[in-house]
């Protein structure tokens, strides 16, 4: 399982753009980037997922360079409501050999 | 849809009381996991299963218990509660082990031992 490194917490206003990267070093070729988000007192839950490139969908966008060591989760105009703690896990689809281990994520505090 | 469901969803318990949390999926996932989260942390994994029949230890695994005896289920038990069990738990599931697979969580259990 890829070891990830993300920024234990971000403040930002409201109306911003917010990115945060998260570096994955050792990610395998057949690896995926995901990122999930978590409310307060509810569970985490599927935002987006990439391989390589940018992928875009009606809640953030993903980029990821070329070396794939690393991806940034941008949140276009964020709300009050953005505020949660923002997961990045790097693994395969399929089978794999590691359970899902979720790190301490990132936590986004959105201020008016 | 129910996806992953979770009861109960409060229980306080006593010291050295017993108590099963359940977990049911829907989504015929092979892939099953508990995880408990305590305030202002992140999620640690307790026990995990890849299949009926089959279940394995996560990173604090101790003074709980699992089985998986269908695809469906999967209970959580505490075999003696103690106060440093006070947690939120949340049961998930994926289609497979893999972390590139969508990771699906039930609305978490909140348990307080006193």
């Known amino acids: 399982l890829a070891k990830t490194t993300q920024p234990i917490s971000m403040d930002s206003y409201e109306g911003q753009e917010v990115n945060i990267t998260c570096s994955h070093n050792?990610?395998?070729?057949?690896?995926?980037i995901t990122w999930y988000q978590q409310f307060p007192s509810q569970g985490p839950r599927f935002i987006i997922q990439?391989?390589?490139t940018k992928v875009t969908n009606e809640v953030a966008s993903l980029f990821i360079p070329a070396d794939r060591k690393s991806s940034t989760l941008s949140l276009p105009r964020v709300s009050l409501s953005d505020t949660a703690v923002y997961y990045c896990?790097?693994?395969?689809?399929?089978?794999?050999?590691?359970?899902?281990?979720f790190g301490k994520g990132t936590r986004l505090s959105v201020i008016a | 849809n129910a996806g992953v469901t979770q009861t109960p969803k409060f229980q306080v318990l006593k010291t050295g009381q017993s108590m099963t949390l359940q977990c049911a999926q829907d989504?015929?996932?092979?892939?099953m996991s508990w995880y408990r989260q305590d305030p202002g942390m992140g999620l640690r994994l307790i026990h995990y299963?890849?299949?009926?029949?089959?279940?394995d230890q996560g990173e604090v695994p101790n003074g709980y218990n699992v089985s998986r005896s269908t695809t469906e289920d999967f209970p959580l038990r505490l075999l003696s509660a103690a106060p440093s069990q006070t947690s939120v738990y949340f049961c998930?599931?994926?289609?497979?082990?893999?972390?590139?697979?969508?990771?699906?969580f039930g609305e978490g259990s909140w348990l307080t031992v006193v």
């Open positions: 050792n990610i395998a070729t057949n690896d995926y």
């Open positions: 989504m015929n996932h092979e892939y």
């Open positions: 990439g391989y390589k």
């Open positions: 998930a599931s994926s289609y497979a082990l893999g972390s590139g697979n969508t990771i699906y």
């Open positions: 299963s890849v299949g009926a029949g089959i279940t």
């Open positions: 896990l790097v693994g395969p689809r399929g089978p794999g050999n590691t359970p899902l281990v």
